[in-house]
């Protein structure tokens, strides 16, 4: 999840990342293009530039009288990016997630999760999901599996940024199901099943003849004081679609947040050996070397 | 007025060597680190009591089980201060029992090796206790039990070594002003306590418990290779060498196999060997030494009013008055601070007068009327401070010299000179029973507050401090008819 102190700030960080962005892919098409790719980094604020990507727009539709419009349009919802030597991208690992493989089949060909991970190079399509070079599941095609549930394998792509359920009889509330997914921005669901949450936990609800979908969910830890909410040295975050969650303020960690910096071992045992030692020899020199044997 | 022979002779610090001063600083902390190390744990009950329970927050938001609500040691916070509550008790009476037996022990066995192994072990004991635990996330109660029951024992083995040192080292003459100074280690070593642990509380409760113990266990190497027990250790002449045996009218109160022993001329200095070879006196011999039996029964009723005061007084202060807990825990101190002066002042009274019963029995008979005007005590936090520093002056003051100057002159009494090592069996003698005494005081007083109210407690100390006189009557009486005889003859023969 976000850091929090990064929300105030955001408003600025559009425009300074649109000039970004303006200036570099200048830079980029005066190199040659067939050697560079561009790399979307920073996933951490990802969720932070979604929220406020109208302003990009702008850019880009001033953008629109430059060549190669189509490059910078591929690279759209990145705040952070920069160009790499083309074919470092590709890692080779693909760890054996269950959630993956326990829907027969790959990621539909032209599904909103497969559109999404060929956006990104550095991103991977292995078998239903689509994962980043550590192995993370980043996004998750479950569409027209036949789950009446997500089954127990489902809380494993709790990292994914996009996942696809339409075509599924799912039933029941979801709203559990997706606790801990606080990446999530777009959901796709069969029609009669409601987003998780409810409406208010998601900015955008979209209904389409085949599917809905929910986009972007909301901050609720800012909407409501957080001071009161959480036990002592906690604070507020975000818990997934509708969820809200008390984990420790910054600069509290341990059991119910009890604990603050680290206590330096090194230091105290180093101190108090050589303390020891020197009154040891001290006093064994004034007091007990003439001591007899008892 | 009859000043002893040793006030005479030059004052009374020129005659102490550097070792002196050496003994009385190392046996000073080395209680001082055993009683921080008690009050570490008491000081960080809140913070044990929270690592041991679930959080009990009522939120709507979610409160993730790994951070808030892993440990179910306990239910809630009330059953464990009562298990808290429950240790403490443990502690005590395992500590009492322990007194009794490291006496013995102590005087059989060096009493540098002794107190050592017992600083050493018992900071071992509290680091499994508060920091291994922790580090392991093994939580079990029967393993804290058990483990405080040795910690009692262990922790026990320092008083009646200490007080046994220091009683070799300072003779009777100046005994009572420099016992009375030094029983301020066990207020220093709160101090020390309170303070080591609040400087770590924040790096977590373990921190508190490995810094304390880790102090404690440095302080036991020091011991074993700074301390002398004794001045013959090195040759110096014993402190028995240099009393003058102007008290012996009751000598030959108990007759039999002692005096056999003392006839021996074990305190000459070239004969090293002897001192320790001296066979030390058995449990039963050390209980009927005079004065033992009552010093102990009477300590047991001082000690329950002494400590009751150490465990309950914030907590009085805060639940009377409506005072804040830090507040109520500092005003507190005032009344180890009456203690401390009122322990040394008529400790030095006692050496002037040679006697000390008499000055037992003025103290407590004021403390009797100080009670009564500390119950009615408005609420005021400076009058009440005077007060409490006022009641700790004559409870604080007897009960200090009963533990530690009277143990020694109990233990060092010429019945038993020369004859045998009595010292750490008499002090463990005294203070276990006292502390049996404070074990069953911290139950009661709980009950009495509980069922009867705050006055109910005061009319209980008032009572607890009369059988203290009372068990100690034989011996006023007695050294009273010493002190006119005395007077008479002076008259007599000036």
Same mark, same amino acid.
């Given at each position: 999840?976000?850091?929090?102190?990064?929300?105030?700030?955001?408003?600025?960080?559009?425009?300074?990342?649109?000039?970004?962005?303006?200036?570099?892919?200048?830079?980029?098409?005066?190199?040659?293009?067939?050697?560079?790719?561009?790399?979307?980094?920073?996933?951490?604020?990802?969720?932070?530039?979604?929220?406020?990507?109208?302003?990009?727009?702008?850019?880009?539709?001033?953008?629109?009288?430059?060549?190669?419009?189509?490059?910078?349009?591929?690279?759209?919802?990145?705040?952070?990016?920069?160009?790499?030597?083309?074919?470092?991208?590709?890692?080779?690992?693909?760890?054996?997630?269950?959630?993956?493989?326990?829907?027969?089949?790959?990621?539909?060909?032209?599904?909103?999760?497969?559109?999404?991970?060929?956006?990104?190079?550095?991103?991977?399509?292995?078998?239903?999901?689509?994962?980043?070079?550590?192995?993370?599941?980043?996004?998750?095609?479950?569409?027209?599996?036949?789950?009446?549930?997500?089954?127990?394998?489902?809380?494993?792509?709790?990292?994914?940024?996009?996942?696809?359920?339409?075509?599924?009889?799912?039933?029941?509330?979801?709203?559990?199901?997706?606790?801990?997914?606080?990446?999530?921005?777009?959901?796709?669901?069969?029609?009669?099943?409601?987003?998780?949450?409810?409406?208010?936990?998601?900015?955008?609800?979209?209904?389409?003849?085949?599917?809905?979908?929910?986009?972007?969910?909301?901050?609720?830890?800012?909407?409501?004081?957080?001071?009161?909410?959480?036990?002592?040295?906690?604070?507020?975050?975000?818990?997934?679609?509708?969820?809200?969650?008390?984990?420790?303020?910054?600069?509290?960690?341990?059991?119910?947040?009890?604990?603050?910096?680290?206590?330096?071992?090194?230091?105290?045992?180093?101190?108090?050996?050589?303390?020891?030692?020197?009154?040891?020899?001290?006093?064994?020199?004034?007091?007990?070397?003439?001591?007899?044997?008892? | 007025?009859?000043?002893?022979?040793?006030?005479?002779?030059?004052?009374?610090?020129?005659?102490?060597?550097?070792?002196?001063?050496?003994?009385?600083?190392?046996?000073?902390?080395?209680?001082?680190?055993?009683?921080?190390?008690?009050?570490?744990?008491?000081?960080?009950?809140?913070?044990?009591?929270?690592?041991?329970?679930?959080?009990?927050?009522?939120?709507?938001?979610? $409160?993730?089980?790994?951070?808030?609500?892993?440990?179910?040691?306990?239910?809630?916070?009330?059953?464990?201060?009562?298990?808290?509550?429950?240790?403490?008790?443990?502690?005590?009476?395992?500590?009492?029992?322990?007194?009794?037996?490291?006496?013995?022990?102590?005087?059989?066995?060096?009493?540098?090796?002794?107190?050592?192994?017992?600083?050493?072990?018992?900071?071992?004991?509290?680091?499994?206790?508060?920091?291994?635990?922790?580090?392991?996330?093994?939580?079990?109660?029967?393993?804290?039990?058990?483990?405080?029951?040795?910690?009692?024992?262990?922790?026990?083995?320092?008083?009646?070594?200490?007080?046994?040192?220091?009683?070799?080292?300072?003779?009777?003459?100046?005994?009572?002003?420099?016992?009375?100074?030094?029983?301020?280690?066990?207020?220093?070593?709160?101090?020390?306590?309170?303070?080591?642990?609040?400087?770590?509380?924040?790096?977590?409760?373990?921190?508190?418990?490995?810094?304390?113990?880790?102090?404690?266990?440095?302080?036991?190497?020091?011991?074993?290779?700074?301390?002398?027990?004794?001045?013959?250790?090195?040759?110096?002449?014993?402190?028995?060498?240099?009393?003058?045996?102007?008290? &012996?009218?009751?000598?030959?109160?108990?007759?039999?196999?002692?005096?056999?022993?003392?006839?021996?001329?074990?305190?000459?200095?070239?004969?090293?060997?002897?001192?320790?070879?001296?066979?030390?006196?058995?449990?039963?011999?050390?209980?009927? $030494?005079?004065?033992?039996?009552?010093?102990?029964?009477?300590?047991?009723?001082?000690?329950?009013?002494?400590?009751?005061?150490?465990?309950?007084?914030?907590?009085?202060?805060?639940?009377?008055?409506?005072?804040?807990?830090?507040?109520?825990?500092?005003?507190?101190?005032?009344? &180890?601070?009456?203690?401390?002066?009122?322990?040394?002042?008529?400790?030095?009274?006692?050496?002037?007068?040679?006697?000390?019963?008499?000055?037992?029995?003025?103290?407590?008979?004021?403390?009797?009327?100080? $009670?009564?005007?500390?119950?009615?005590?408005?609420? &005021?936090?400076?009058?009440?401070?005077?007060?409490?520093?006022?009641?700790?002056?004559?409870?604080?003051?007897?009960?200090?010299?009963?533990?530690?100057?009277?143990?020694?002159?109990?233990?060092?009494?010429?019945?038993?000179?020369?004859?045998?090592?009595?010292?750490?069996?008499?002090?463990?003698?005294?203070?276990?029973?006292?502390?049996?005494?404070?074990?069953?005081?911290?139950?009661?007083?709980?009950?009495?507050?509980?069922?009867?109210?705050?006055?109910?407690?005061?009319?209980?100390?008032?009572?607890?401090?009369?059988?203290?006189?009372?068990?100690?009557?034989?011996?006023?009486?007695?050294?009273?008819?010493?002190?006119?005889?005395?007077?008479?003859?002076?008259?007599?023969?000036?």
């Amino acid at each position: 999840m976000a850091p929090r102190r990064l929300d105030s700030p955001l408003s600025v960080v559009p425009w300074a990342a649109a000039l970004l962005l303006v200036l570099s892919v200048e830079r980029a098409l005066a190199l040659p293009e067939s050697f560079y790719t561009c790399q979307i980094g920073a996933g951490r604020l990802r969720s932070h530039w979604r929220g406020h990507n109208i302003h990009v727009r702008i850019v880009f539709s001033k953008m629109r009288s430059f060549p190669g419009q189509d490059l910078v349009q591929k690279f759209s919802g990145a705040l952070f990016w920069r160009l790499v030597p083309r074919g470092r991208n590709a890692s080779s690992s693909k760890p054996d997630i269950k959630i993956c493989i326990q829907c027969p089949g790959s990621v539909q060909n032209l599904s909103e999760v497969a559109l999404y991970c060929k956006q990104t190079p550095e991103l991977m399509l292995h078998a239903r999901c689509c994962l980043n070079w550590k192995g993370t599941i980043l996004g998750l095609d479950l569409q027209n599996c036949s789950l009446k549930d997500p089954g127990p394998y489902f809380p494993q792509a709790h990292t994914a940024i996009i996942i696809d359920l339409q075509a599924n009889p799912l039933q029941g509330d979801l709203a559990n199901t997706f606790h801990g997914f606080t990446q999530l921005q777009t959901l796709i669901l069969p029609q009669d099943v409601s987003c998780p949450g409810g409406i208010n936990a998601w900015d955008t609800v979209t209904f389409y003849i085949n599917n809905q979908t929910c986009q972007e969910q909301r901050k609720l830890c800012n909407s409501t004081g957080d001071s009161e909410m959480c036990p002592e040295n906690g604070s507020c975050a975000p818990g997934g679609p509708g969820l809200l969650q008390c984990v420790c303020a910054e600069g509290f960690h341990g059991y119910k947040c009890m604990r603050q910096g680290s206590f330096s071992l090194l230091m105290f045992f180093g101190i108090l050996g050589s303390t020891t030692l020197s009154i040891s020899i001290l006093l064994w020199g004034t007091q007990r070397r003439k001591a007899k044997a008892s | 007025m009859a000043w002893p022979s040793i006030f005479q002779r030059g004052t009374l610090l020129s005659q102490f060597s550097h070792h002196h001063v050496v003994v009385f600083l190392l046996t000073f902390f080395s209680y001082s680190l055993l009683h921080a190390s008690r009050k570490t744990f008491s000081n960080v009950k809140v913070s044990i009591s929270k690592q041991w329970t679930p959080s009990a927050f009522n939120t709507s938001i979610e $409160l993730p089980v790994e951070i808030w609500s892993s440990n179910h040691l306990f239910p809630n916070a009330e059953e464990a201060t009562l298990f808290l509550g429950t240790l403490d008790t443990i502690f005590l009476f395992s500590y009492a029992v322990g007194l009794f037996i490291s006496g013995i022990i102590g005087d059989r066995l060096n009493l540098r090796w002794v107190l050592s192994f017992g600083m050493c072990s018992s900071a071992l004991v509290v680091f499994v206790f508060g920091t291994l635990t922790e580090w392991l996330h093994f939580y079990n109660k029967g393993l804290y039990c058990s483990l405080w029951i040795v910690n009692g024992l262990l922790q026990s083995t320092g008083w009646p070594c200490v007080v046994a040192v220091m009683g070799s080292w300072f003779g009777k003459a100046g005994r009572g002003v420099v016992f009375g100074l030094w029983s301020a280690c066990a207020s220093v070593g709160n101090i020390l306590g309170a303070c080591l642990a609040s400087s770590v509380l924040q790096y977590g409760y373990e921190y508190a418990f490995l810094v304390t113990a880790a102090v404690q266990f440095a302080g036991g190497i020091i011991i074993f290779f700074g301390l002398l027990v004794s001045p013959e250790e090195i040759g110096l002449p014993g402190i028995e060498a240099e009393e003058n045996f102007e008290e &012996d009218s009751h000598r030959p109160l108990i007759s039999g196999a002692e005096n056999e022993d003392e006839a021996e001329p074990n305190y000459s200095i070239q004969e090293d060997k002897t001192i320790t070879q001296v066979k030390a006196i058995s449990f039963y011999q050390a209980c009927c $030494l005079p004065g033992v039996i009552a010093y102990s029964l009477a300590y047991a009723c001082l000690k329950l009013v002494n400590y009751s005061f150490f465990f309950w007084l914030p907590f009085y202060l805060s639940n009377n008055f409506g005072w804040k807990e830090a507040e109520a825990d500092r005003l507190s101190i005032w009344y &180890d601070v009456g203690g401390i002066i009122g322990g040394t002042l008529q400790g030095f009274i006692s050496d002037v007068l040679q006697k000390r019963a008499p000055v037992l029995a003025l103290s407590l008979l004021l403390a009797i009327g100080s $009670l009564v005007g500390y119950s009615r005590s408005p609420n &005021d936090k400076s009058i009440n401070a005077l007060l409490m520093a006022v009641t700790g002056f004559f409870i604080g003051g007897p009960s200090n010299m009963i533990s530690s100057a009277i143990s020694a002159d109990l233990g060092r009494q010429e019945l038993i000179q020369g004859s045998s090592e009595a010292l750490a069996t008499v002090t463990g003698i005294v203070d276990g029973t006292g502390s049996i005494g404070a074990a069953v005081g911290q139950y009661l007083v709980s009950l009495i507050q509980d069922s009867l109210g705050w006055m109910w407690v005061f009319y209980f100390f008032i009572l607890m401090t009369s059988c203290t006189i009372l068990f100690i009557s034989p011996l006023i009486v007695r050294e009273m008819c010493y002190l006119m005889q005395r007077r008479q003859t002076r008259i007599l023969s000036g």
